[in-house]
T-cell receptor
Framework: ETGVTQTPRHLVMGMTNKKSLKCEQHLGHNAMYWYKQSAKKPLELMFVYSLEERVENNSVPSRFSPECPNSSHLFLHLHTLQPEDSALYLC???????????FGPGTRLTVT | TQLLEQSPQFLSIQEGENLTVYCNSSSVFSSLQWYRQEPGEGPVLLVT?????EVKKLKRLTFQFGDARKDSSLHITAAQPGDTGLYLCAGSLSDSGGSNYKLTFGKGTLLTVNP
């Protein structure tokens, strides 16, 4: 499999649930990103990992917890989310931080 | 303040028309990328431009990087319904030390091409 993959593609969860989003890149890149994209809003950068270290956290609520166990995998752990967290969550990777990014297909999250 | 301004925000045209969308900034970028995103999918990289004044063509799409590397344009000739999507530009900026780069996205132009 090539490129950037994300699972699941769709997720519906209640506000008390705990779930995780998974991202995997097969490009040999060293930087990975999580973005949130809400309807009619621009891309919001959430987290940046470079060489498996978190280098950026853009004031994201603690109910979102990222994990990067190695340079190919990135997780976003979710707990006690709010309905306004419903959005398309996109993962991306790049050769190095700041270089052109390659995106996964996204996870469409609905919080009920 | 948005670092990268894209215009127009929305554009609806008929099949066969030509169009140009713009990406402007007061900052100088080391490189600039254009992406297209279809509903419910992730953005797909179309092109990267690096040199001031550079022009790249991808079938009916022509991308130009401004001479000062502060702006870019995307021109589509004879638009087709398959060109419909959100067009995003993103610029790469280095920090004051010149060793760390950050990619910043514009808000995008939502293009609809009607058959």
């Amino acid at each position: 499999e090539t490129g950037v993959t994300q699972t699941p593609r769709h997720l519906v969860m209640g506000m008390t649930n705990k779930k995780s989003l998974k991202c995997e890149q097969h490009l040999g890149h060293n930087a990975m990103y999580w973005y949130k994209q809400s309807a009619k809003k621009p891309l919001e950068l959430m987290f940046v990992y470079s060489l498996e270290e978190r280098v950026e956290n853009n004031s994201v609520p603690s109910r979102f917890s990222p994990e990067c166990p190695n340079s190919s995998h990135l997780f976003l752990h979710l707990h006690t989310l709010q309905p306004e967290d419903s959005a398309l969550y996109l993962c991306a990777s790049s050769r190095l931080q700041g270089y052109e990014q390659y995106f996964g297909p996204g996870t469409r999250l609905t919080v009920t | 303040t948005q670092l990268l301004e894209q215009s127009p925000q929305f554009l609806s045209i008929q099949e066969g028309e030509n169009l140009t969308v713009y990406c402007n900034s007061s900052s100088v970028f080391s490189s600039l990328q254009w992406y297209r995103q279809e509903p419910g999918e992730g953005p797909v990289l179309l092109v990267t431009v690096v040199t001031g004044g550079e022009v790249k063509k991808l079938k009916r799409l022509t991308f130009q990087f401004g001479d000062a590397r502060k702006d870019s344009s995307l021109h589509i000739t004879a638009a087709q319904p398959g060109d419909t999507g959100l067009y995003l530009c993103a610029g790469s900026l280095s920090d004051s030390g010149g060793s760390n780069y950050k990619l910043t996205f514009g808000k995008g132009t939502l293009l609809t091409v009607n058959p």
